[in-house]
């Protein structure tokens, strides 16, 4: 018996890729969410009102803590019930890829939240009072030198969350999602499961290249925002300091 089939290996790949652009395209609307509430989340934990700060802690402790599979099933059976039982409507034929696109912006608001808001904290009060004495407003202060220095420093670990965003739309096929994972799904059902190892690992291939492109994209993000502030070049000479 053939361990593994390298022609069977390549002919994975033009089943898969159409569905490219679904994986894409969901991951695209949830990162849309995922950035706006968890900048407003951050926002809702720097301000001073402690119930707020509260609400909004509580609300990113219990995502942070829950499982993503484990949401997706909640919001999937949850919000039907809800809509069924509350407000008699039935939402039943509402597209699955919904479900998913929710449950990813609340995955990742909640971590995303974290990651600007201790970016923000990581810059010096002394920046806003120097922007005042040059006769700017706190809103220009804050758009035009704390932003781009708080989006330098959190660019890294919002690159990581968004990578770990597209590997979790990998678990959409539990609820019933076609996309590259549910395609594999049925593509070895149809030819009786006797090439998974090959679709799996082109699907692995997949993903890979997804993560590296995504990687390198924010890389060269971070690399064009510091050249841009100059914060590139004062790395470089605070590193060569501490090394003499």
């Known amino acids: 018996m053939q361990i593994f089939s390298l022609k069977a290996f390549f002919e994975s790949f033009p089943v898969l ?7 894409v395209g969901v991951l695209g609307c949830s990162l849309i969410f995922s950035l706006s509430f968890g900048l407003f989340f951050a926002w809702c934990k720097l301000r001073r009102n402690r119930v707020v700060r509260g609400l ?3 609300y990113v402790q219990i995502i942070q803590g829950t499982p993503f599979i484990v949401l997706l099933f909640i919001m999937y059976f949850g919000i039907p019930k809800i809509f069924r039982v509350a407000l008699g409507i039935d939402i039943t034929g509402v597209n ?4 998913m696109v929710l449950t990813l912006s609340m995955f990742g608001s909640a971590r995303m939240s974290e990651a600007m808001r201790s970016a923000y904290l990581a810059i010096s009060k002394g920046q806003m009072e120097a922007a005042h004495s040059c006769g700017l407003s706190t809103a220009q202060g804050f758009l035009h030198i704390v932003m781009p220095q708080a989006l330098y420093i959190a660019l890294p670990n919002l690159g990581n969350l968004i990578v770990s965003n597209l590997l979790e739309t990998s678990v959409g096929f ?3 999602v076609i996309d590259l994972v549910g395609n594999a799904q049925n593509y070895n059902t149809r030819t009786y499961n006797v090439h998974m190892l090959e679709v799996y690992l082109a699907l692995a291939l997949i993903y890979w290249a997804m993560s590296m492109l995504l990687a390198k994209g924010i890389s060269l993000g971070e690399h064009a925002l510091g050249r841009r502030q100059g914060l590139r070049a004062f790395e470089k000479r605070e590193r ?3 090394n003499v």
């Not at 890729?17 to 994986?23: E, I, K």
């Not at 699955?96 to 479900?99: E, F, P, Q, T």
């Open 56 to 58: 909004v802690g509580f």
């Open 240 to 242: 060569r300091q501490r």
């Open 174 to 176: 539990s609820i019933g």
């Open 96 to 99: 699955k890829a919904v479900y």
């Open 17 to 23: 890729l159409p569905f490219l652009p679904f994986t």
